[in-house]
């Protein structure tokens, strides 16, 4: 697979640590041995996941020439966050257009993403009703942008297109040297699943090196059947652009959606118990809807016995925690 063939910012600039989490894999009996890959430490505002997939969006807008990003997200996105602050960067303007996905859940006041948006100088907020066409409600800003003679470039949600999926390919790639450097084999990799781009990488990452580990999914968001064939179609999309002939056999796309709860950035009681348990025990902050919910996954899963006594478990953390201090009363009752 010959990733260099994509236009890249080098966003990226080192591996990001994998580390073993002792007192947390305690705390959960030492049935399996969990281990996290620190995502959350990636470059740009607050760290995340997105920054892998920015990484060859926004080389993708630079390339052509374009002067202005507009992207959307939920109220509270992490990925609207870094989208903004890459384009800070690289002084290019940020427009977003926000999903009411909670009704009224929108409050320019709010703190977590909300208040960095503000703070990292967005040039305009537009908030639509869940469930509108978010890309045609993104094409109304570019149209009036093109008008007033800027040159847009949308990224969608999430950057979980074929292109901002490369970013979790490559994260793969990542973990297969430093397990080959530190001597470590994983039986399992965990990953939260939302917009399907991260998901989606590592799965093609995994086809296109001829790696077998089983990756499950934890949804955040759509009922299970959904989530995997949005996984499903974007893996094979991005495995087409790389170049490689293979396709993805269903079956290895497993998101399960037992851990939503009432809905997408709803808290639930496992949520809070995962964040609270990891912060205790090992001084890493997990996010309200989507680490935080994916490791509430984990700890099930392991309290179930789905994975083999002994096992070594790579969770993969995506970051999130600005979007904590939106949620401060989920953790004080
Ligand atoms: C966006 C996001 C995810 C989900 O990644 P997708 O590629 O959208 O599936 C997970 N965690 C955090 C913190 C995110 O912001």
Same mark, same amino acid.
């Given at each position: 697979?010959?990733?260099?063939?994509? *236009? %890249?910012? =080098?966003?990226?600039?080192?591996?990001?640590?994998?580390?073993?989490?002792?007192?947390?894999?305690?705390? !959960?009996?030492?049935?399996?041995?969990?281990?996290?890959? %620190?995502?959350?430490?990636?470059?740009?505002?607050? =760290?995340?996941?997105?920054?892998?997939?920015?990484?060859?969006?926004?080389?993708?807008? @630079?390339?052509?020439?374009?002067?202005?990003?507009?992207?959307?997200?939920?109220?509270?996105?992490?990925?609207?966050?870094?989208?903004?602050?890459?384009?800070?960067?690289? +002084?290019?303007?940020?427009?977003?257009?926000?999903?009411?996905?909670? $009704?009224?859940?929108?409050?320019?006041?709010? /703190?977590?993403?909300?208040?960095?948006?503000?703070? !990292?100088?967005?040039?305009?907020?537009?908030?639509?009703?869940?469930?509108?066409?978010?890309? #045609?409600?993104?094409?109304?800003?570019?149209? $009036? @942008? %093109?008008?007033?003679?800027?040159?847009?470039?949308?990224?969608?949600?999430?950057?979980?297109?074929?292109?901002?999926?490369?970013?979790?390919?490559?994260?793969?790639?990542?973990?297969?040297?430093?397990?080959? &450097?530190?001597?470590?084999?994983?039986?399992?990799?965990?990953? *939260? /699943?939302?917009?399907?781009?991260?998901?989606? =990488?590592?799965?093609?990452?995994?086809? +296109?090196?001829?790696?077998?580990?089983?990756?499950?999914?934890? #949804?955040?968001?759509?009922?299970?059947?959904?989530?995997?064939?949005?996984?499903?179609?974007?893996?094979?999309?991005?495995? &087409?652009?790389? #170049?490689? &002939?293979? %396709?993805?056999?269903?079956?290895?796309?497993?998101?399960?959606?037992?851990?939503?709860?009432?809905?997408?950035?709803?808290?639930?009681?496992?949520?809070? &118990?995962?964040?609270?348990?990891?912060?205790?025990?090992?001084?890493?902050?997990?996010?309200?809807?989507?680490?935080? $919910?994916?490791?509430?996954? @984990?700890?099930?899963?392991?309290?179930?016995?789905?994975?083999?006594?002994?096992?070594?478990?790579?969770?993969?953390?995506?970051?999130?925690?600005?979007?904590?201090?939106?949620?401060?009363? /989920?953790?004080?009752?």
């Amino acid at each position: 697979m010959n990733l260099a063939q994509f *236009p %890249r910012r =080098g966003y990226v600039q080192e591996a990001t640590p994998i580390e073993f989490l002792p007192n947390f894999s305690k705390a !959960l009996g030492n049935k399996v041995n969990v281990y996290i890959k %620190r995502d959350d430490l990636l470059p740009g505002t607050a =760290g995340g996941n997105k920054t892998r997939k920015l990484d060859f969006c926004i080389a993708d807008a @630079l390339a052509k020439g374009c002067d202005t990003i507009i992207t959307c997200g939920a109220v509270q996105s992490n990925h609207c966050r870094l989208t903004l602050a890459w384009s800070v960067k690289e +002084g290019l303007d940020c427009h977003l257009v926000l999903e009411e996905r909670v $009704k009224n859940s929108y409050n320019p006041e709010a /703190s977590g993403n909300n208040f960095l948006f503000q703070l !990292l100088g967005v040039k305009s907020i537009t908030v639509v009703p869940g469930g509108s066409n978010m890309m #045609g409600e993104m094409e109304k800003v570019a149209e $009036k @942008l %093109r008008a007033a003679g800027k040159k847009p470039y949308i990224v969608p949600g999430g950057a979980s297109n074929a292109l901002g999926a490369l970013g979790y390919v490559s994260c793969m790639e990542e973990i297969m040297h430093q397990m080959f &450097e530190k001597g470590l084999n994983f039986d399992h990799m965990v990953v *939260p /699943s939302g917009s399907a781009g991260t998901h989606a =990488g590592i799965i093609a990452g995994m086809i +296109g090196n001829n790696i077998n580990i089983p990756v499950t999914g934890i #949804g955040v968001n759509r009922p299970k059947a959904v989530q995997q064939e949005a996984v499903h179609k974007l893996a094979n999309q991005a495995l &087409e652009l790389i #170049g490689v &002939e293979q %396709r993805v056999p269903a079956e290895k796309v497993v998101a399960f959606d037992d851990y939503v709860g009432p809905g997408y950035s709803l808290p639930t009681d496992a949520m809070v &118990e995962a964040v609270k348990l990891l912060a205790q025990t090992e001084g890493i902050l997990l996010d309200p809807v989507y680490s935080g $919910k994916a490791m509430s996954g @984990l700890i099930d899963l392991v309290r179930k016995g789905y994975f083999k006594e002994g096992a070594n478990i790579l969770f993969l953390h995506t970051g999130g925690s600005p979007a904590l201090y939106a949620y401060l009363d /989920s953790f004080r009752k």
